[in-house]
């Protein structure tokens, strides 16, 4: 730590991952009611309270932990050994915290952050439905509804996706309103087989005013043009956008895979191979390749996202914005890192055997965790896979989430 009290670029809070670690076992312990909620069970929200969690990304003149992003990785993925929906909510509201911290000036940072209450942001950048029209001094969504807004049963602010739209109804831009959570109506139709406890249920609003200041743009934002000049000494507020929200999607996912592991194996021993002469699957030459072959992916993972995390760190301490084909590399990297996570998990699922059916099987809910997880529209290989083949080929991107 230097004499600001910061953590340099890309250094880790070895303190936060502590806690994170220490977290793991009581996680475990409520996975039953995380399943049975369809949220984060009170217990874990005041342990992540306590331990400064929700708070990686606030910024510290507010009383936030304002550390790199390789320690947000590292914090994720440790809670993610746990419970995977408590790492994803964690990572869905710190980049939604950065997300305020970045896209918007001064006076809205102040109000956000400058009260006595923990503050916890979370978002959903893409409408089902988005009625807007422009009014003077701002915009007001007569009709919204919005999918998967994990995290939203623990927050008190809310980024929702809306057009853009000048006084005759002409979209101009995409944008992201911050609107108070007390505004939003929750619809309460999460009911998943994986990730249950994140509470991604749908929302909506109507009628709802949003003042200018609480609209920020989304396509200056992809450009790095974000109002937080007034936070320009801090690097974190600098790292690219749509690298940003894409990379920290996979940070639970890298928990889920070591959970993966760590489970196959401790159940390993007291398994056998049906219809074979193996009376001990961990003696079996197909279980040796079936755990080669699926650690392998999910370290080559791991290495993948560590690599790109430490480079969205050190290019924002540099004050330059990440190039267009460099985001994206993330984006596509990001879908290989997914790809590559499924595959080992679902390898050691078809290990597993018919036990696998019985959702009593602790490696079934990790499967099921790892299966939704790798659906997010934002990590899809076959969508960042072909964005990238289209720029490489000379053509012009298929969207603007670069």
């Known amino acids: 730590m230097n004499a600001s009290g910061a953590f340099p670029t890309g250094r880790v809070d070895e303190d936060l991952v502590a806690s994170a670690a220490a977290m793991v076992p009581r996680l475990k312990q409520r996975a039953s009611a995380v399943d049975e909620l369809a949220r984060l069970p009170q217990d874990t929200i005041d342990d992540l309270n306590a331990a400064g969690l929700f708070e990686i990304t606030t910024p510290r003149r507010y009383g936030g932990k304002q550390a790199s992003l390789r320690t947000c990785l590292e914090v994720v993925a440790e809670l993610g050994r746990g419970d995977a929906s408590t790492a994803w909510v964690v990572a869905l509201t710190n980049v939604g915290t950065w997300g305020v911290a970045s896209f918007f000036d001064q006076g809205v940072v102040d109000e956000v952050f400058g009260g006595s209450k923990r503050v916890r942001v979370v978002g959903v950048l893409s409408p089902r439905k988005a009625v807007v029209k422009k009014l003077e001094g701002g915009f007001i969504i007569e009709e919204g509804v919005w999918g998967f807004n994990s995290g939203i049963y623990h927050a008190n602010w809310d980024l929702l996706g809306i057009p853009i739209v000048d006084v005759n109804g002409k979209i101009i831009d995409q944008g992201v309103a911050l609107v108070r959570a007390s505004d939003v109506l929750t619809l309460d139709d999460w009911n998943v087989m994986g990730l249950r406890g994140t509470g991604s249920t749908s929302v909506s609003v109507s009628n709802l005013f949003i003042p200018n200041a609480y609209v920020a743009s989304m396509s200056q934002a992809i450009e790095g043009r974000y109002a937080s000049r007034h936070a ?65 992916k999910l370290d080559a993972a791991r290495t993948i996202i560590e690599k790109h995390v430490d480079v969205l760190d050190a290019n924002a301490a540099s004050g330059q914005y990440m190039a267009y084909f460099d985001r994206a590399k993330v984006r596509r990297d990001v879908g290989l890192a997914e790809k590559l996570i499924w595959e080992g998990i679902d ?30 529209g934002m990590v899809t290989p076959t969508t960042t896979f072909e964005t990238f083949g289209r720029l490489a080929c000379g053509q012009i991107a298929d969207t603007q989430l670069i």
């Open 232 to 296: 320009s000494p801090d690097s974190l507020y600098r790292i690219a956008c749509v690298p940003m929200l894409s990379i920290i999607l996979l940070f639970p996912a890298l928990g889920i895979a070591r959970n993966a592991i760590d489970t196959f194996m401790e159940l390993l021993p007291h398994r056998g191979i049906q219809y074979t002469w193996h009376a001990k699957q961990s003696e079996a030459a197909v279980t040796h390749l079936q755990i080669g072959e699926a650690s392998a």
């Open 347 to 376: 390898l050691l699922a078809t290990a597993s055997g018919g036990s696998l059916a019985s959702l009593g099987n602790p490696f079934t809910r990790i499967w099921h965790d790892a299966r939704v997880a790798s659906l997010h």
